[in-house]
């Protein structure tokens, strides 16, 4: 017996170092893939937070829907079978306006535009949130919002009846509008959805065209500057809360440092990605002036729906963008 104690008191020995720094694992599924820099700065935030809490906190990022599929994702973190992940923001528009204001084409158009708007409906964003036990960590843009097809288009007219990819409700809406089926593809089922024949055109940014091969399936793209929707990272506020102290804080740091540099990335790939499909033999032009004039409508119409939907709350955010323009 005095040996198995003296055993036992050697292994805690052994272990203390470990044992005061019990780390916490936790599971991050994102819908997209690797080689999106969404992903790559998820990792980069992932590394970082190990790298500062010494190891006490553990994030392993699940990319390409490989452990929960996109639709999945929020009620996974809520429910707590994962602690953190991340999706498209948008999607939640079903749920709350709020969510989907990034996405009317033509409302936020730009960089600035988009941080801006960002600015006014972030408070919302988070409390709608936390309210869910959901507790936003960062939320980055996707560059300009692209078309993409196998024939030139100068005007609506010319898509109507193409059978359009879109992501979710209000893209799906937008391609209603714009006279095409809507047909709702993941962004890494791209490939498979074109050469099947589900899709013959589709909405995209820059940096998902270059990672599903566009030049594969469609020779034109036409950068609308149209709308830079956002994508979210929240973490289940029960998780958050059983962290130590100073965890959390390392953790809210480096969320803050993600945004700062998914936002720089996601400029610099707006910049770059258009360059790699013009490479792979791509014709890239800015839609015509009376296409954009069309576009516009369908927007200002959207933006009507939206307002609609939204109430006073929602006006109050609009009113305050455009305040903040000025
Ligand atoms: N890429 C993702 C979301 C928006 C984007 O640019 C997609 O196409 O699904």
């Known amino acids: 017996m005095k040996k198995l104690v003296a055993s036992l008191t050697a292994v805690l020995a052994c272990l203390g170092p470990v044992a005061a720094q019990a780390q916490v694992k936790w599971d991050m599924p994102t819908p997209y893939a690797d080689s999106e820099f969404q992903t790559k700065n998820d990792y980069q935030f992932a590394e970082d937070v190990k790298k500062a809490t010494n190891g006490a906190l553990d994030i392993k990022v699940h990319s390409a ?68 036990g959901l507790r936003v960590l960062y ?4 560059p300009s919002q692209a078309f993409f097809t196998k024939k030139p288009i100068n005007s609506v007219a010319e898509l109507k009846g193409l059978k359009m990819r879109t992501y979710n409700a209000q893209t799906a809406r937008l391609a209603q509008l714009m006279g095409t089926v809507p047909t709702t593809v993941q962004a890494t089922e791209i490939p498979q959805a ?3 024949g589900i899709i013959d055109t589709m909405f995209t940014s820059a940096p998902t065209a270059v990672t599903t091969k566009a030049w594969d399936y469609t020779k034109f793209v036409y950068d ?3 709308w830079v929707p956002k994508n979210v990272v929240f973490v289940n506020e029960r998780a958050f809360q059983a962290l130590p102290e100073a965890v959390r804080k390392v953790l809210l740091e480096q969320a803050a440092l993600a945004e700062k540099r998914g936002w720089e990335w996601s400029q610099r790939d707006n910049d770059e990605s ?15 002036p009376a296409f954009s004039a069309e ?32």
């Open 65 to 132: 829907n490989s452990l929960i599929k996109n639709p999945e994702i929020k009620r996974a973190v809520q429910t707590g079978q994962v602690q953190i992940g991340e999706i498209f923001k948008p999607n939640l528009g079903p749920e709350d306006p709020v969510f989907e204001l990034d996405a009317i084409p033509f409302f936020a158009a730009s960089y600035r535009e988009a941080r801006a708007l960002l600015e006014v409906s972030r408070p919302a964003i988070t409390e709608k949130l936390m309210k869910q």
């Open 139 to 142: 939320m980055v843009p996707w």
């Open 194 to 196: 074109f050469s099947s």
């Open 224 to 226: 609308t500057q149209a």
């Open 274 to 288: 258009p360059k790699v499909l013009v490479k792979n033999g791509m014709s890239l032009t800015a839609i015509s």
């Open 295 to 326: 576009l516009k409508k369908i927007g200002d119409q959207m933006l009507d729906d939206w307002l609609k939907k939204a109430g006073p709350d929602g006006k109050k955010i609009v009113d305050a963008y455009r305040e903040k323009l000025k």
